[in-house]
């Protein structure tokens, strides 16, 4: 289902144009990668693409969908600990129960690693806590396009794996649009890259998440040998037997590993997709 | 979703605590209007309710200025729709200076400050005050922070001097006949309190031309303040 069709959109901010000769379209599905030099109109597409933004001219058919946002910087201004913002964004998003959001919230914290700060005033968390809060509170919104302008902005490299993973999990009919410079996190997530300049798109054209990762077969003696193993997912083929997806930077170093803690490699493969 | 809006607005105005200072400032206020005993009540409350007026301006604006643009943004896609954002602003705006108007009708009750009782319709008049004038406050407010006045630097002073035209319109319509051209823009404070001050029964005839009035104004201020919101949040 195509959720966005625009032909020759423009849009002015007081005297200046930040978009202009925008024809776009967004797919269900897509995971959109949106490039381009600084002040090229990224995020101003980013935002016109949510609706936060409505054009000045053009001609835009939208569904009506639900749209969740991550900003570049979490506002510094909240006055709350994580639990009690995320809370109060589930309790506006009127999507799910109150036991849904609030179980939401522990998932979603636990797999960011965020489960000892939650009740930690935002003011006095780091940066990269901040903006998982943000992630999170886009993901409990339950999205059918999600947004994210400069996601990785602040995330340490296990964050940024568990952004991938969490992306890579969506149902397939969201729509993923972000904003990067990040060339690995294209390759990982982006089935189409559209590049920016001076607030109009040059580039537009369909790519797929490249071969950034390997599944290695090994066999072990217990599941304890893979705690402390950097991997991306892994599949019990059967009780001893198990694969491995890890991001081929990291292919060397597990494989060392596991040779250390006594595993059995079988094969070493690529892996297209996720 | 409205309704759950306006409930985390005022669960993060109260964990911001940006009401301490307009809500001390008030009972301040209040404790000199009051110093006195024997003071005659509608004229009293007349006067309470153009300082309801001018904090209501004051807290519109501090409800207003909760966000910064991001956390804007993220409200209205969880909202989904700028409309019921704007709709929750106003109501929260209204419902901070809520405790205001109380405090505003109790206290001097309660301190038995006034010199006579009075008949119930006395209260109900000076009930309605308040509360219309609160309304005008937080119309103004709005007007200055809830459009594209916001990002100006001189948004203060055009706050201060639309609280100034407002309470000497009745005054500078006498001297200036022109200014009536603004009468349908401008709070009908006068309106209102006049009728807090002409004695003991109630000019029913007066109340429903300057009900009119009344209505008028806040018809057309509803209207001009939305569009001027989406057009700045466009």
Not at chain 1, 147 to 157: A, C, F, K, S
Not at chain 1, 220 to 241: C, P, T
Not at chain 2, 111 to 129: C, D, I, K
Not at chain 2, 143 to 155: F, N, P, R, S
Request: proline share 3%; charged share 20%; glycine share 6%.
């Amino acid at each position: 289902m195509q959720l966005i069709d625009s032909d020759r959109v423009m849009k002015r901010v007081g005297r200046t144009t930040v978009l202009r000769d925008i024809s776009f379209q967004l797919n269900e599905g897509e995971r959109v990668a949106l490039t381009g030099k600084n002040g090229s109109g990224k995020s101003s597409l980013l935002k016109w693409i949510g609706g936060l933004y409505e054009e000045t001219s053009g001609h835009v058919e939208r569904q009506l969908v639900i749209v969740g946002y991550v900003p570049e910087m979490f506002p510094e201004t909240v006055r709350a600990t994580p639990r009690q913002f995320l809370r109060a964004m589930g309790r506006l998003s009127n999507r799910s129960s109150r036991q849904t959001y609030v179980r939401m919230i522990e998932t979603y914290a636990d797999a960011f690693g965020l489960a000892d700060v939650l009740d930690r005033p935002l003011k006095r968390c780091s940066k990269g806590t901040r903006q998982k809060v943000g992630i999170i509170q886009a993901l409990l919104h339950e999205p059918d396009v999600l947004l994210l302008d400069e996601p990785l902005t602040g995330l340490d490299e296990e964050g940024k794996r568990q952004l991938v993973r969490i992306i890579e999990q969506l149902p397939k009919r969201v729509a993923v649009v972000f904003v990067t410079h990040d060339r690995s996190f294209i390759e990982s997530v982006a089935t189409r890259v559209v590049t920016i300049a001076d607030g109009t798109i040059v580039k537009d054209q369909v790519v797929s998440p490249s071969a950034s990762y390997q599944t290695i077969a090994v066999s072990i003696s217990d599941a304890q040998q893979l705690d402390g193993i950097s991997y991306v997912h892994g599949l019990f083929v059967s009780e001893e037997r198990v694969e491995l997806t890890v991001e081929r930077d990291e292919v060397d170093d597990v494989l060392l590993e596991l040779l250390t803690r006594g595993c059995s490699i079988h094969s070493v493969t690529e892996k297209e997709t996720l | 979703m409205m309704g759950r809006w306006t409930i985390v607005q005022l669960q993060s105005f109260s964990r911001s605590y940006r009401w301490v200072a307009p809500y001390v400032s008030f009972l301040a206020m209040l404790g000199i209007v009051y110093a006195y005993r024997g003071l005659p009540v509608l004229s009293s409350y007349a006067v309470t309710s153009v300082i309801v007026y001018v904090f209501a301006v004051w807290l519109t604006m501090l409800v207003w200025t909760m966000e910064q643009t991001s956390e804007r943004h993220i409200v209205q896609t969880h909202v989904a729709s700028k409309r019921t954002y704007w709709y929750g602003k106003g109501a929260a705006s209204f419902l901070v200076v809520c405790p205001l108007i109380a405090l505003a009708l109790v206290v001097p009750l309660l301190a038995g400050n006034f010199r006579e009782t009075g008949p119930l319709h006395w209260y109900v008049l000076a009930s309605m005050s308040h509360v219309v004038l609160a309304w005008c406050g937080v119309v103004v407010g709005t007007a200055c922070y809830g459009t594209g006045l916001a990002t100006k630097k001189y948004t203060v002073l055009v706050a201060l001097g639309l609280i100034v035209y407002s309470l000497s319109f009745d005054v500078l319509i006498e001297t200036y006949p022109f200014v009536a051209i603004t009468s349908w823009v401008t709070p009908p404070l006068f309106r209102v309190l006049r009728h807090l001050t002409e004695g003991e029964s109630i000019v029913w005839t007066s109340w429903i031309v300057d009900g009119w009035f009344i209505g008028c104004f806040f018809v057309i201020s509803f209207y001009m303040l939305r569009h001027a919101f989406h057009r700045y949040e466009s």
